[in-house]
């Protein structure tokens, strides 16, 4: 009977845990504009507040381990569908995190040269350390989530855990947040035009969708029962 109950439970609770985690990868949202001033070429000798830079890193660090955990969580079922995808997710997810830490590390470094008064001579650095955010947000943020969402889009939509129509919103999304990518790295349009954004659009959906079916959904039951059936 305890048997029972635990192969009953746990799916909702790895769902609802992982749409909490999906929902809070959104939390970065603001860094839009909170990183807005980093752009300026005179950044690190001008006047004004380093907070905003900060907060925007600590959500973009909170962001990177909520990414981490959403596969880790998932792991334990979606490995019943596919083991090495699962697994890929969780590395796939781990590199995204690795390129957001670098890049917050990037920015503050920026802030640290700021907050010490460097001189005129650090302009060039700061420029440098911008460029490199910018090209690690370009790989970490546009081309990782689209590998992260073809991977669980793919194992969401052969174990039919949710609706196949939201899978398949992954399924798509990731080749169209790749385009976007190249299109970017390849110079067709710049990594802060509006178009830019709208490749990025199909997976945001996916991922917002997804974390919200999740925490008032759920995993179809008797997709996670055959799930579990199949491993015994």
């Known amino acids: 009977m305890a048997a029972n109950e635990q192969s009953a439970t746990t799916p ?29 070429p005179n950044f690190i000798l001008g006047p004004g507040p380093d ?17 981490i955990g959403t596969a880790v969580v998932l792991f334990p079922l979606l490995k019943k569908q596919n083991e090495a995808a699962a697994l890929g997710l969780v590395a ?13 590390a990037f920015l503050l470094s920026i ?32 081309f990782m989530p689209a590998i992260n969402d073809m991977l669980l889009g793919f194992l969401l939509y052969k174990s039919r855990l949710v609706p196949r129509i939201l899978s398949a919103i992954g399924l ?25 954004g709208l490749f990025a659009v199909p997976v945001a ?12 959904k759920g995993f179809n039951a008797s997709a996670t029962d055959s799930l579990l059936h199949n491993m015994e």
């Open 111 to 142: 802030v640290t040269l700021r907050q010490a008064g460097a001189a005129a001579d650090a302009v060039v650095t700061s420029h440098a350390l911008v460029s490199l955010y910018d090209r690690i947000f370009l790989l970490g943020q546009s």
């Open 172 to 196: 798509v999304g990731g080749p169209v947040l790749i385009a976007g990518y190249l299109s970017v790295l390849f110079g067709v349009i710049g990594q802060h035009d509006p178009m830019a």
């Open 51 to 67: 907070t905003p830079v900060i907060i925007g890193g600590l959500l973009e660090i909170i962001v990177a381990l909520a990414g």
């Open 12 to 40: 909702n609770k790895i769902a609802k845990t992982a749409g909490v985690l999906y929902l809070l990868t959104f939390v970065s949202i603001p860094t839009l504009s909170l990183y807005s001033s980093i752009h300026d």
């Open 92 to 104: 796939s997810r781990i590199v995204e995190a690795g390129t957001m830490f670098v890049g917050v």
């Open 205 to 216: 959906l996916f991922e917002l969708s997804l974390g919200v079916w999740l925490v008032v």
